[in-house]
């Protein structure tokens, strides 16, 4: 887990919570991403924050399935949030893993926008599980995109726009959406 908070935060370099290796002679499966918040005034640069999963060992291991991000802020005028990841890999086994999520929020998502990519990579059948089927999830936008699979158990509730393009999405409960 990586926490933080910070007035500014100019980043050249890479924020990583990937899952750990493992032996190449096992067959266990690839560790999962970990998790990141991240409370800013500013966030800038070109660098990169990651919370992936990683391919398992040996012949046998399945990959593992990419981590969770969140990230709050006032200003994001020089960072480009294609640089967040939170992807599910193949496994030695060809097995996928799921896809992990983005949250971020600020002055343009002020209910916060969720995330779930994996990066072109057909993951299991609704591997990304979202919120609980007794909870209300308010958002901004939500998008599941390149090959994620989520499963929505809470009333979604948006401001702005649902957007599925070449991935899988259930959702277990009523969706309220602008667009």
Do not use: H
Not at 79 to 87: D, G, L
Not at 128 to 149: C, Q
């Amino acid at each position: 887990l990586i926490r933080i908070v910070a007035q500014t935060l100019a980043l050249s370099g890479a924020i990583r919570a990937n899952g750990g290796l493992v032996d190449t002679g096992g067959s266990a499966s690839g560790g999962s991403g970990g998790g990141i918040r991240i409370d800013v005034g500013t966030i800038s640069g070109n660098g990169t924050i990651s919370a992936n999963g990683t391919p398992g060992g040996g012949t046998s291991g399945g990959g593992g399935g990419g981590g969770r991000i969140a990230i709050f802020y006032q200003n994001a005028t020089g960072f480009n949030f294609a640089n967040v990841s939170t992807f599910g890999v193949t496994g030695p086994n060809a097995t996928n893993a799921g896809a992990g999520t983005v949250f971020l929020q600020g002055p343009s998502r002020e209910t916060g926008e969720l995330i779930a990519d994996n990066n072109n990579l057909a993951a299991p059948s609704l591997s990304t599980p979202i919120g609980a089927s007794t909870s209300t999830l308010t958002l901004s936008n939500f998008r599941v995109r390149r090959g994620a699979r989520a499963k929505l158990d809470s009333t979604l509730n948006l401001a702005g726009t649902l957007e599925i393009t070449g991935a899988e999405f259930a959702a277990g409960n009523r969706i309220l959406a602008d667009t």
